[in-house]
């Protein structure tokens, strides 16, 4: 016999399967100590997670492949945080007025500025606030129905956050919630509840940050988390995510906003890191006259897959939706933008638009597209969507190198500018030149994949 006919094979996966191994009694160990309809409410979550199909719309199973994640030695974390949580207040100058920082062990540092304070905004554990909470913890639209995934973080979850900006308040700076992670073998589920009264205004910058011990070759995590809007009347909102994860890090995000009357929220969305990243955002525009804005890039290298959805529902009437889905990958990568316009009946006088739209940049890179429409009220402004795969334009490598810039450099500016539209929406400064500068070393990094490539 041969030494590889020895060799033990894995198990082949289902590409649906998630490999990490999870039990019911997770449930009760996560669950322990906490309130009675909490508990019930993780079970109900857990049953549905078991009885779902790893994709519910059937316009995309083809397009979900989760054996990249090899999860099988990771354990599931059932602490809270940690009860050594550090608060204290940020300086005057600081570019921010409220700091929540999660790192890998569960240590927690919250910071407000006085102006925060003043205004009375919260920001903190979600644990804390489990009372206060308890109607948004339980909703049927906190968080997607018919996603398998977002149903097993909605059982799971032992770490959270909360930030409640009162009505008719406005922050003149971004709130900070960064997560820093990269243990190996650990599977994290996280919630975050973010509420804008009436009449408030703020903005949040999201990070991913990779922690001080990540190493990118180590064994695999899991880190899933959702992110769970409510906008009252004439709130206002604007979120940008930066997700920079090491290589071992394979990531769930599901994003769930309810949008109120006249409210208003901007998503700007940047993947860069991870092996794996599955995300889904379900934008509900509600109330009359409420609108959504939605920009989100991948930029992807090596063997990385981004599996991104989009659901936007419009209810209220003259509601108005522009989202947009970019990806650019280098060497062997792949992503697949897909994306679901729904005017329901009750939806007169809605605009929305779906743009979707992938370079490739090397001949082994993939990008899929996939927008849709469902129309049920036909009496709109605008229902429409549009997309697009291919290499970079060769009309615009023309037009710059005949202005003297070299090909290299050329391409360089037209793939860092085909992403821009989310760095531009970044509120925070310091990240806003972080995430220019990681895109551009990741651009030199993939180079020689690109040089001899792009234009095939």
């Not at 009860?83 to 007025?97: E, H, I, K, N, T």
């Not at 018919?146 to 709130?175: C, E, H, M, N, Y």
Request: hydrophobic share 45%; aromatic share 6%; glycine share 8%.
């Amino acid at each position: 016999m041969t030494a590889s006919a020895s060799r033990p094979r894995p198990a082949r996966r289902a590409l649906d399967e998630l490999s990490l191994p999870v039990e019911a009694s997770l449930v009760d160990r996560v669950s322990a100590g906490e309130p009675d309809w909490l508990t019930a409410d993780r079970r109900a979550a857990f049953e549905a997670f078991e009885r779902l199909p790893g994709e519910s719309n059937l316009l995309y199973t083809p397009y979900i492949d989760l054996r990249l994640a090899q999860l099988d030695g990771a354990k599931v974390v059932s602490e809270a945080f940690r009860s050594d949580r550090r608060v204290g207040a940020l300086p005057a100058d600081a570019d921010a007025d409220a700091l929540i920082e999660i790192d890998d062990t569960g240590a927690v540092v919250v910071a407000l500025s006085k102006a925060a304070a003043d205004a009375l905004l919260v920001v903190g554990p979600l644990r804390e606030a489990l009372d206060a909470v308890g109607d948004a913890l339980t909703s049927a639209d906190s968080i997607a129905g018919d996603d398998k995934f977002a149903q097993l973080t909605r059982a799971l979850w032992s770490d959270g956050v909360l930030v409640d900006v009162p009505a008719g308040t406005t922050l003149a700076k971004p709130i900070v919630v960064r997560w820093s992670l990269g243990a190996p073998h650990q599977a994290r589920f996280s919630r975050t509840i973010i509420r804008l009264g009436d009449g408030a205004s703020a903005s949040l910058v999201e990070e991913f940050v990779p922690s001080p011990d990540a190493d990118p070759d180590a064994g695999q995590s899991l880190f899933a988390g959702t992110m769970e809007v409510v906008l009252g009347a004439n709130a206002s909102l604007g979120v940008a995510s930066l997700q920079e994860l090491p290589a071992n890090i394979v990531g769930f995000q599901h994003r769930n906003a309810q949008i109120g009357e006249a409210a208003s929220l901007r998503w700007a969305l940047a993947q860069l890191g991870g092996r794996l990243i599955r995300t889904r955002v379900d934008n509900r525009l509600v109330g009359d006259r409420s609108s959504v804005q939605q920009v989100e890039i991948v930029f992807g290298s090596d063997q990385q897959l981004f599996d991104l959805t989009s659901y936007t529902t419009h209810i209220g009437k003259n509601t108005t939706g522009d989202l947009l889905s970019k990806a650019a990958l280098l060497e062997g990568s792949r992503t697949f933008l897909k994306g679901l316009i729904t005017i329901e009946r009750s939806a007169n006088g809605t605009d929305s638009f779906l743009g979707e739209f992938g370079m490739n940049l090397s001949k082994q890179a993939r990008s899929v597209a996939i927008p849709s429409l469902e129309i049920e009220q036909p009496d709109c402004r605008r229902a429409a969507h549009s997309s697009s795969v291919g290499p970079i334009d060769e009309t615009q490598l023309f037009y710059l190198e005949s202005r003297g810039i070299p090909p290299d450099e050329a391409r360089k500016f037209i793939v860092l500018g085909f992403l821009e539209p989310v760095v531009a929406r970044v509120p925070l400064a310091s990240a806003q030149d972080r995430l220019r500068q990681l895109l551009e070393a990741k651009w030199i990094a993939g180079t020689d994949g690109v040089t001899g490539e792009a234009a095939a």
